[in-house]
């Protein structure tokens, strides 16, 4: 991922060739580079790992990550708590716009009052002080709480995140976009007046040259959707409310979403999209809880940091099995109980299945932009040593005639089953017994062909 042409080309950026005006046309800081002027600094590949620059008070201490997998170094807060929880939570704080990865260290109480209750606490930058939870930005934040949790007991089901304005969006963002169990995933989130929507955004800016430089979305949510639609937990748009097709707030359903908000608050856009993210989130009846108090500023201290970390404390990850969930996958790679390998990159891939563990059914349907699905059958509570019965949605935009067909892997196979059948008639299939997978083949999920494996 790192391009050392790439830096020598930013390294060579006049000030002049650096955007220089933020969302509401108020000048940004100064520096040589675009990325000092964004208030990030780029990696350096010789430099050690992990630096503490400094010292803050006793137990908080200011670190600087180099290599992280992407262009940009990393600099966060770690406050350690005298007597932590053995395993302990970990909060990971998530700055407003325009703000380093202080904020949340000078502006509110959570660091004190998460490490009292012996939690761990993180604040990263997310690459630089305007990210909007950018891929890069979501990226090195993942890379420091991967490095968090292997120097630290961390508990693994309670990991929460919390933000305000721009870092309540990038904490909800980041709970969405995180679904792989084998890395940090976000058991519940406080948001307080996120940016939610990147899309709305770009509307409500006076100064939009920021967003679209090269370093940030290149363009406008018109000319790179995806690049705005990834980096958003729902998509407004003026016309029709929340695109149902682009909102990654349906990953939520696991995650308990407390919000906060001010009615009076200036940036009534803001408010709107609070309210839109919760109004949203109750359709696919996960747990939410909303709390609007009365300001007329937009400030940290709308939020009741007591209030907020009483509601984290009692919420652990339980990944969703049984029932109807869906998924909104953007790249390859593990998405909760399945591994996804995507028709064409770039884009959205998703599906939605409803797991039956009683009766060994497995619902799929609403498949989009999927060359292969594996399901890990034993996480779904499905027992490959008893008949499972499977039954296959459409892929919208697909036809009969369609030379694309979906792949669809089911694991824990000891054996080849006996005989697979496709509406009572027997259907071909392929048996890995290395790795145990049963692969189907189907090439018309029209009208909800019933597949009946027989061990």
């Known amino acids: ?7 020598s080309a ?21 520096g040589d580079t675009t990325a000092q002027v964004l208030g990030g600094a780029h990696s350096s590949f010789d430099g050690p790992s992990v630096r503490v620059d400094e010292v803050l008070e006793p137990g908080v201490y200011s670190l600087t990550m180099e290599s992280t997998g992407t262009d940009w170094e990393e600099r966060f807060i770690v406050g350690v708590p005298a007597a932590p929880i053995d395993p302990a939570p970990l909060l990971v704080c998530f ?5 380093s990865e202080r904020d949340t260290y000078l502006h509110t109480n959570l660091f004190d009052e998460a490490m009292s209750r012996g939690w761990y606490v993180v604040a990263p930058l997310g690459a630089h002080e305007v990210n909007c939870g950018i891929s890069y930005s979501q990226q090195n934040i993942r890379v420091v709480i991967d490095w968090l949790s292997e120097v630290v007991r961390i508990d693994r089901a309670r990991i929460y995140g919390v933000g305000f ?18 890395q940090a995933m976000f058991a519940a989130v406080v948001n307080h007046t996120g ?24 363009g406008s949510p018109y000319e790179r959707p995806f690049a705005y639609q990834q980096a958003s937990t729902i998509e407004l748009t003026p016309w029709s409310g929340v695109d149902r097709r682009s909102d990654l707030a349906r990953n939520l359903g696991h995650v308990a979403v407390q919000t906060w908000c001010a009615p009076q608050d200036p940036l009534k856009h803001l408010v709107r999209q609070t309210r839109a993210l919760l109004r949203h989130l109750m359709r696919f009846g996960g747990e939410v809880d909303c709390h609007e108090e009365r300001s007329s500023q937009h400030v940290w201290d709308t939020l009741d940091e007591v209030e907020a970390l009483d509601f984290l404390e009692t919420k652990r990850l339980v990944l969703p099995t049984e029932g109807t969930h869906s998924v909104l996958a953007i790249h390859d790679g593990r998405w909760l109980h399945f591994d996804l390998e995507q028709a064409v990159s770039g884009g959205f891939s ?8 009683g009766s060994n059914l497995l619902y799929l349907d609403g498949l989009r932009n999927i060359e ?11 027992n490959t040593e008893k008949t499972i019965r499977l039954i296959l949605g459409e892929q919208p935009g697909r036809t009969p005639q369609s030379q694309r067909t979906t792949r669809l892997v089911l694991d824990g196979f000891d054996v080849a089953p006996r005989v697979v059948l496709r509406e009572g008639e027997p259907a071909p299939f392929e048996f890995n017994p290395e790795r145990g997978e049963l692969t189907l083949t189907e090439k018309d999920a029209a009208n909800l062909p019933l597949y009946v494996i027989v061990p």
């Open 195 to 218: 940016t939610v929507s990147m899309r709305d955004i770009w509307h409500r800016a006076q100064d939009t040259s920021v967003l679209e430089h090269p370093l940030m979305f290149n």
């Open 165 to 182: 304005s721009m870092g309540g969006g990038c904490a909800l963002n980041f709970a969405a976009r995180h679904l792989n169990p084998d």
């Open 95 to 99: 700055h407003q716009y325009s703000a």
């Open 350 to 357: 998703a599906w939605r299945w409803h797991a039956d563990s």
């Open 10 to 30: 930013l390294a060579l950026l006049s000030p002049q060739d650096a955007p220089t005006r933020g969302l509401n046309g108020e000048a940004l800081g100064h």
């Open 372 to 382: 292969e699905l594996r399901v890990r059958s034993q996480d779904l509570g499905l």
């Open 1 to 7: 991922m790192h391009s050392a042409l790439l830096l």
